[in-house]
T-cell receptor
Framework: DQQVKQNSPSLSVQEGRISILNCDYT??????FLWYKKYPAEGPTFLIS?????DKNEDGRFTVFLNKSAKHLSLHIVPSQPGDSAVYFC????????????FGTGTRLTVIP | NAGVTQTPKFRVLKTGQSMTLLCAQD?????MYWYRQDPGMGLRLIHY???????AKGEVPDGYNVSRLKKQNFLLGLESAAPSQTSVYFC??????????????FGPGTRLTVL
């Protein structure tokens, strides 16, 4: 049973526009959330994270928003660039420092030049 | 500095055969992890290690064994491969804590097919 869900398998966005990737979770014990980016034939790369004590975290063009009441988080990329084309995974942890992450199935983002 | 490397990149096995996947990291990291990724599913943790000589079970450990005899290496073994173990396997490491406290670095993956 998927505890972390990414319901959009793919997303296409024009270069320069905003990309919004969504993630939902079911386990109310999750308290730390991460986004990873994956290019073909490479392993995932950590992108940005957020603790449940915050509702927003920003790093350059990337911002993650957390809505605990809705059990929903989103990743915003502004402006989108062709190099952002990749698969994006969200992941969640039930305890700070825990070793088990629960991953979503991924969303493939294509940024059209 | 190669980061996290995995050997082999691809492998085809017959049901019942055994093999070992090797993960190596040159970052002097304490923690190492093995994940599998199946189509339509997220990555799932198989086993992990918090230091040389230690191993622990993750979410989906059945059918796998691991060893961490040297700090830089983490081996994943399949004693008797089954078609259900067809997957892409990723190794990862962190400096000294779980992925919610330390950046997790992944290898490029091993694509395993069991016929």
């Amino acid at each position: 049973d998927q505890q972390v869900k990414q319901n959009s398998p793919s997303l296409s966005v024009q270069e320069g526009r905003i990309s919004i990737l969504n993630c939902d979770y079911t386990n109310s014990m999750f308290d730390y959330f991460l986004w990873y980016k994956k290019y073909p034939a490479e392993g995932p790369t950590f992108l940005i994270s957020i603790s449940s004590i915050k509702d927003k975290n920003e790093d350059g063009r990337f911002t993650v928003f957390l809505n605990k009441s809705a059990k929903h988080l989103s990743l915003h990329i502004v402006p989108s660039q062709p190099g952002d084309s990749a698969v994006y995974f969200c992941a969640a942890s039930a305890q700070t420092g825990a070793n088990n992450l629960f991953f979503g199935t991924g969303t493939r983002l294509t940024v059209i030049p | 500095n190669a980061g996290v490397t995995q050997t082999p990149k691809f492998r085809v096995l017959k049901t019942g055969q055994s093999m070992t996947l090797l993960c190596a990291q040159d970052m002097n990291h304490e923690y190492m992890y093995w994940y599998r990724q199946d189509p339509g599913m997220g990555l799932r943790l198989i086993h992990y290690s918090v230091g040389e000589g230690t191993t622990a079970k993750g979410e989906v450990p059945d059918g796998y064994n691991v060893s961490r005899l040297k700090k830089q290496n983490f081996l994943l073994g399949l004693e008797s491969a089954a078609p259900s173990q067809t997957s892409v396997y990723f190794c990862a490491s962190t400096r000294g804590g779980g992925p919610s406290t330390d950046t997790q670095y992944f290898g490029p993956g091993t694509r395993l097919t069991v016929l």
